[in-house]
């Protein structure tokens, strides 16, 4: 398999890379605009030179992009190039709409150009992936998301996301190209850039900083180990029928203060360096505006229809979590000087 994956040397999308090329021997050109949350030392070790090709590139231009399908050829495209910190699109939605909105719109174009010039098994083959999230259906008191929740999105990140879900739906019922839709749940795991809530955790507790915790911190979400998010979207880009949509979740709805303090705990254990417990740093501070409070996806279809679970419970995914981030220091530490991670966002334009 040839594969193309906008957004690579993101979080999600260095994990998918990964374990494409070493998990599945594929071929596959990393197509990146190299943002602050992206960083090629996620894909070090692999074959650049060979089964791996990095291209920089912004997926709103779209000719290049263009030029990119037509030298690479592949048989699946899987859109993960997106903004995603919820905070970040709060203090400004410029970005969010330009990559999330404009640039599905082009890649969506490109890629049917592409796909009508291939013909035979290449033709029939030929997929585009896009990433969604959980959040463009809005809250769910009880239960779970399924595949057809009415779109209820609460913030400007989750609206960009839901118009670019729009546009991928209606480039396949209008124009047939055989697209894809996945919804995951929260993802965490190694290199994810540290302005979302685990890593952040991991690295203020380890720095005995304050902990923030937003409102009373009862706000659900189910955790998803990114390795485990990868495999579904392998089994996806191999499987998938064109029109499907999938849900993939861990079933692990848990509230954002039961994570921090699991945090805690296993950074007490892992680092212990005689203080008291890391719990006495949380701090309770302003909610994020228009905060949702409960996320679930019920992964039943995907679940059956590519005969998938998650490889690790969420116990042993947060442990593994904090044992990499405490190994890869190197990694993390530059990123909270040089590019913001661990500052506050959100609340610029809050009233």
Not at 43 to 50: Q, V
Not at 289 to 301: E, I, K, Q, S, T
Request: one cysteine or more; hydrophobic letters at 40%.
């Amino acid at each position: 398999m040839r594969v193309l994956i906008t957004g690579g040397a993101g979080f999600i999308g260095s994990t998918l890379t990964r374990r494409f090329h070493r998990a599945h021997g594929a071929d596959v050109a990393v197509y990146d605009k190299l943002t602050y949350a992206a960083d090629l030392r996620a894909l070090e070790g692999l074959d650049t030179s060979g089964a791996i090709t990095f291209v920089r590139g912004d997926i709103c231009d779209q000719a290049h992009f263009a030029n990119t399908l037509e030298s690479f050829v592949p048989d699946v495209v899987m859109n993960l190039a997106a903004e995603s910190h919820v905070d970040r699109s709060i203090d400004s939605a410029d970005d969010f709409i330009a990559t999330n909105v404009t640039g599905v719109h082009r890649v969506l174009d490109a890629c049917l150009a592409y796909w009508r010039g291939l013909s035979g098994a290449a033709r029939d083959r030929f997929r585009l992936v896009h990433m969604s999230t959980d959040e463009v259906f809005g809250v769910v008191d009880e239960g779970a998301f399924a595949p057809d929740t009415p779109y209820d999105p609460r913030s400007p990140y989750s609206a960009s996301k839901a118009a670019g879900d729009h546009l991928v739906s209606a480039w396949r019922h209008t124009f047939g190209l055989p697209a894809v839709i996945v919804h995951a749940s929260n993802n965490y795991g190694p290199y994810q850039f540290p302005e979302k809530l685990i890593p952040l955790m991991i690295v203020r507790a380890l720095a005995r900083e304050p902990l923030p915790v937003y409102g009373d911190g009862m706000q659900v979400r189910d955790w998803l180990h990114v390795e485990d998010h990868a495999e579904a979207l392998i089994r996806i880009a191999s499987d998938a029928a064109p029109g499907e949509r999938y849900l993939v979740g861990a079933r692990s709805d848990r509230a954002n203060i039961e994570i921090v303090r699991d945090i805690c705990d296993l950074v007490d254990e892992m680092a212990p360096d005689n203080g008291p417990s890391r719990r006495a740093l949380i701090t309770h501070v302003a909610d994020r505006p228009g905060h949702d409070r409960r996320y679930a996806v019920d992964p039943g279809f995907a679940e059956q229809r590519l005969a998938w679970a998650p490889a690790r419970t969420p116990q042993e995914g947060l442990r593994q979590t904090v044992e990499w981030y405490l190994a890869n220091r190197a990694w993390w530490e530059p990123l909270r000087g040089d590019r913001g991670g661990g500052v506050r966002l959100g609340l610029a334009r809050a009233t």
